[in-house]
């Protein structure tokens, strides 16, 4: 009596997995797929941060203030007044306002000042948020010079002012939203600058005024 020999598998097909070896490789399976859409999604919140910005900055969405190249050629008759709010975050400086508010026409250019002391022994660089209240204000609250616009270095114990200059956009009056306010907020807050922002030339959008620091000794300016 002979005992017979299996035969192989057909040549080309591998041979059946067991139950072990399938669950081990849909496992793998999940876990490759979980690892690339965890590294997709953390990929996308980095991005979605500077797109989102600078979404805001070009359309005037959630009141962030317009950057303008120049100032409108019509100037009305009618006045709004333009409060100004300053605020620090995870930073040591003081930050205020030159000036609590402002009237000016619409279409008119204006001129505010903001001043930040730094009281520490050490160089500090920080980046200004804004944006403006009400939200529906933001698309026509446009500025033409302002230290937000790069990142600031401030050196220890300088007290700098830094002015913005800024305009209403006619269209104000124009949007229903918008034609029946009388006044509205422009608030920044200082940030500890990122490292995108190192390379950036300081204060290239903004003259600063360098005044008496901490200590009474003068400084020199950005």
Partial sequence: MFTRTPKAP?????APLTPQEAMAR???RVALICGVAFFGMVGAA?????LYK???QVTGFD?????AEVAPTTILDRKITVRFDANLRDL???FQTMQASQDLRIGETGLAFFKVTNPTDKPITGRALYNVVPESAGPYFQK???FCFTSQTIQPHQTVEFPIVYFIDPKFVDDPETKGKSELTLSYT???AVDDDKNSKVAAAASPRIVEPLGGTPSRGL
């Fill in 92 to 94: 040591p400086w003081t």
């Fill in 190 to 192: 200082f940030f500890p």
């Fill in 26 to 28: 849909r496992n793998g």
């Fill in 63 to 67: 009141g962030t203030v317009r950057k």
């Fill in 144 to 146: 033409l010079e302002c």
């Fill in 46 to 50: 980095y991005a979605a941060v500077p």
């Fill in 10 to 14: 057909p040549k080309g097909k591998a």
């Fill in 54 to 56: 600078l979404f805001c």
